[in-house]
């Protein structure tokens, strides 16, 4: 049972450079999730997605771009990378609660 | 504006003996709430939760504990296990979203 697969597992970038993290999951689940986490700032909502076909913003989505491909799959993309976007990146997928996480993607942006 | 609070940022507890971690919120529109465990270099995973129409939900050696008056949540561990050491994040789900405390790390000695 893979559950929820996010790659790359880890990446360094430049500032300015472009990224895109993926994520698939295989449960079927309707909702989809990307959230960031910083030390003493648990996991933060940065973008979600209802249903296949939609996308609204969470808490932190200033810097990301997201999309919903298919009913499997919600990557997330970094337009122009900042220090700042230095993160751990967790998808989570569900139908209603709980949500189902990955093991994550680990970015550092210098 | 943390909405989710957890005030501990750690905890030691030796084997055997109850662990307590506790959880405060603001929102009185959450009306879902959900415990998380989270291994270095893993996911969180889910572990334990409680709709906001009761008070105790109990699952083998983790029960969590809802005050509606106080808005606070616990959970409690008995018997504490080396295997338990891990962070803890409290949740609370407004409708499909999760909101996340920052997470307490409890370490179990042996």
């Known amino acids: 049972n893979a559950g929820v697969t996010q790659t790359p597992k880890f990446q360094v970038l430049k500032t300015g450079q472009s990224m895109t993290l993926q994520c698939a999951q295989d449960?079927?689940?309707?909702?989809m999730y990307w959230y960031r986490q910083d030390p003493g700032m648990g996991l933060r909502l940065i973008y979600y997605?209802?249903?296949?076909?939609?996308?609204d913003k969470g808490e932190v989505p200033n810097g990301y771009n997201v999309s919903r491909l298919n009913k499997r799959e919600f990557s997330l993309r970094l337009e122009s990378a900042a220090p700042s976007q230095t993160s751990v990146y967790f998808c989570?997928?569900?139908?209603?609660?709980?949500?189902?996480f990955g093991d994550g993607t680990r970015l550092s942006i210098l | 504006d943390q909405q989710v609070k957890q005030n501990s940022p750690s905890l030691s507890v030796q084997e055997g003996r109850i662990s307590i971690l506790n959880c405060d919120y603001t929102?009185?529109?959450?009306?879902?709430f959900l415990w998380y465990k989270k291994y270095p270099a893993e996911g969180p995973t889910f572990l334990i939760s409680?709709?906001?129409?009761?008070d105790k939900n109990e699952d083998g050696r983790f029960t969590v504990f809802l005050n509606k008056s106080a808005k606070h949540l616990s959970l409690h561990i008995v018997p504490s296990q080396p295997g338990d050491s891990a962070v803890y994040f409290c949740?609370?789900?407004?409708?499909?979203?999760?909101?996340f405390g920052a997470g307490t790390i409890l370490r179990v000695k042996s």
């Open positions: 989570a997928s569900g139908r209603g609660q709980p949500q189902h």
């Open positions: 949740a609370a789900s407004a409708p499909d979203k999760l909101v």
């Open positions: 409680i709709s906001s129409i009761k």
């Open positions: 449960m079927n689940h309707n909702s």
């Open positions: 929102n009185s529109m959450f009306d879902y």
């Open positions: 997605s209802a249903s296949e076909g939609t996308t």
